[in-house]
C-alpha cells in the first residue's frame, strides 16, 4: 500500500522526519516544530547505504518528506 499525501503524519521541519500528530517532539533531532504541509515520502531503512539519506543528512532509519512547505 504506497503511502501518499494526506496521512495524517506531519513533518519536522529540521530533519524532515515524519511522526504521528500525537507526538510533540521530534525523536531525531528533539525539535519541536513541525509542520503539516510537505509532499514526498521516503523511507530509509539502511542508513549506510541509501544516497538519499545522505543526501537529506539523515541518520537515523524512518519515515521522511522529501519537502518540507
Ligand atoms: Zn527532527
Redesign the pocket.
Known amino acids: 500500500m504506497p503511502r501518499k499525501r494526506g496521512l495524517p503524519l506531519k513533518a519536522?521541519?529540521?530533519?524532515?522526519?515524519l511522526?504521528e500528530p500525537r507526538i510533540e517532539v521530534?525523536?531525531?533531532?528533539?525539535?519541536r516544530i513541525?509542520s503539516n504541509e510537505w509532499t514526498g515520502l521516503v523511507i530509509i531503512m539502511d542508513v549506510e547505504k541509501s544516497l538519499v539519506a545522505k543526501k537529506l543528512n539523515i541518520k537515523t532509519p524512518g519515515m521522511y518528506a522529501l519537502k518540507v512547505h
Open positions: 519536522c521541519i529540521k530533519c524532515k522526519m511522526v521530534c525523536p531525531n533531532c528533539g525539535s513541525f
